[in-house]
């Protein structure tokens, strides 16, 4: 898009001392911009009258966008007359001529001097930043290309997201974005605001052309840190592997570019964007069961990915949330909206359970699980009996 500046320019004319036929011209010009900074720039030039309808002008212009630039400007007043001649470039011995006789050359020559300005905006390349803890309102954005320049900066309104303008082009490759202070209500305990980390980072490859959409969360800071130094080579199959330690519950969404459903307000859809907005609020619920801040809970969630314990660890948040642990009175929508993700307490336990094949990997039932199901018969002294017992099924429907 494109709009005019508001702004001013002003100019002054005048003779040369001693030289009728030269003329001294300076401008100064303000425009306001939006995107970009302001333009102040000034114009100075000399213009010379070659004869009654002819001049020349040259100068140079100045301002603070663009390098200093000389110019020339060769105009003329028609129809020429078959009687004029060239000027005669003599030196006066009057500092300023005046004269009684009108003539062509005493005429001003009509010049637009009041330009209208017009700045581009972004060029065709939307840019969104964010920050989600659940969405955080305040968080300074700052983007950064390959080369650890800053493109801008800007802070993030309600709904956890603004619209960075001003960049007009970003090199392809690495760009990285840092998310300092804001607030936000956790999902779990409800509290409003809530601070959020100091510093929360994402990173991904650009492709030189189109939107950039880059969101910073606790699952693009875990991968930020886990890529240390080798951020720009494996940034891409870490944000991908961050997500696959969630199971299927992240497996294939994109968790830089995604915007986070909000499960604060209204129902969360079983989409992407569903998928991590209930992530998040499960990652509170963790962090308010093991009583972590904000911060120390990406530290929990980078160890758990490391020592392959984190869908063990998610699933008893989970299962922590549907139960109420701790959400507020009357926020019983945030368990809806997690049991329509991530499926209800009943649902999931028997998916665990029929399962369960005793090998390895398997997340093994608990006493919980059972429960959830109404069999209050299995304790801890018959659980591995009965878990034996369910992984020797081979035909799932008996184990459903």
Known sequence: TEDPLAGYDVK???????????????????????????VKGTIFGIEVQLSDSVRMEFGSEDNNTVERKTYARFTTALPLSDHESMTNFSISKKAFQNSDIVNLGDLEFVERSNKIRVEKLLNGLPIILGEYNAPTVGASCTLYNSAGVALGTASTGSNGQVNLVGVTSIPAGLVTMACREGTYTDEATQQPNTQAPSL???????????????????LSEVAYQMADTNIAKDIVKLNA?????????????DIISTIPSNANDGAVANDDAGKIGATLAIISQM???NGNSATEVIGVLKAAIKNQTLSGEFSSAISAFQREVSIAAGKTSIKDNVNNVFDT????????????????????????????????????????????????????????
Do not use: C, H
């Open 12 to 38: 002054f004319s005048g003779q040369v001392p001693y030289l009728p036929w030269a003329k001294v011209k300076a401008t100064r010009y303000i425009w306001d911009g939006v995107a970009q900074p302001n």
């Open 200 to 218: 929360m980072r994402a990173a991904t490859i650009y492709s030189g052309t189109g939107p950039l959409t880059i969101l910073a969360s606790p």
């Open 241 to 253: 592997d961050v997500a696959t330690a969630f199971g299927v519950f992240l497996s294939g969404v």
């Open 287 to 289: 962090a308010a069961t």
């Open 345 to 400: 307490l009943v649902g999931r336990a028997i998916r665990k359970i029929s399962l369960y094949n005793g090998e390895d990997n398997d997340p093994v039932p608990t006493v919980r699980d059972y429960l959830d199901i109404k069999i209050g018969t299995v304790k801890d002294n018959n659980l591995s009996l009965k878990n034996l017992r369910i992984a020797a099924e081979k035909d799932r429907t008996k184990k459903d």
